[in-house]
């Protein structure tokens, strides 16, 4: 099925879980102007690394049993009214305990604390950066965007001036994430 948006058209965050519910089997974003952005698949070497970084976040969630760790199809409604799909996110506790008291089956309810963002061959890096603003400008506490390309992380503390860490073998996430290092080597 193809689909054409027209330029101006825009969506509520009602209507966007409408069209979701609708299409199960596409995969799109809301960004805060209520604009649809579709989601096309990636590439296969994008896909296994966005496999290892999942699965080494979900191991340390595993031995901590701290907050709750979600991969790149789980949307995440951020204050601003965007509704985003990081590659892999983390939420705390409270984060969590809040979510599971509404007992729906939603979008989560917040912006996650911490999010990691995987460039692909078709991603532009800028745009990337802009959701990574746009997490730390919504409550997350710490973002990582991974350009593979250049073998580079950013670090993102802020909505602006990210750490730039060229060729890291491993970056930590502590103290928010305690005692959680990504293994870049399995990426690269």
């Given at each position: 099925m193809m689909v054409t948006i027209p330029r101006d058209f825009h969506l509520s965050p009602h209507q966007f879980e409408q069209l979701c519910r609708a299409n199960p089997d596409r995969r799109f974003e809301l960004d805060a102007d209520g604009k649809l952005i579709e989601m096309r698949p990636t590439y296969w070497q994008s896909g296994d690394r966005n496999a290892e970084l999942t699965y080494q976040l979900r191991a340390w969630y595993r031995q901590t049993r701290q907050g709750r760790v979600f991969d790149s199809s789980t949307g995440f409604r951020l204050p601003n009214g965007a509704i985003r799909s990081p590659d892999a996110?983390?939420?705390?506790?409270?984060?969590?305990?809040?979510?599971?008291?509404?007992?729906?089956?939603?979008?989560?309810?917040?912006?996650?604390?911490?999010?990691?963002?995987?460039?692909?061959?078709s991603d532009r890096p800028d745009d990337l950066r802009s959701k990574l603003a746009e997490y730390l400008s919504n409550g997350c506490q710490l973002g990582w965007l991974i350009l593979p390309t250049f073998r580079q992380v950013e670090v993102w503390r802020s909505p602006q001036d990210p750490e730039c860490l060229e060729n890291p073998e491993i970056v930590s996430a502590d103290p928010l994430l305690s005692g959680f290092s990504l293994d870049l080597r399995e990426i690269w």
């Open positions: 996110a983390w939420v705390t506790p409270e984060q969590l305990a809040r979510a599971e008291a509404r007992g729906l089956d939603e979008f989560f309810p917040d912006c996650p604390a911490f999010v990691i963002e995987l460039a692909s061959a």
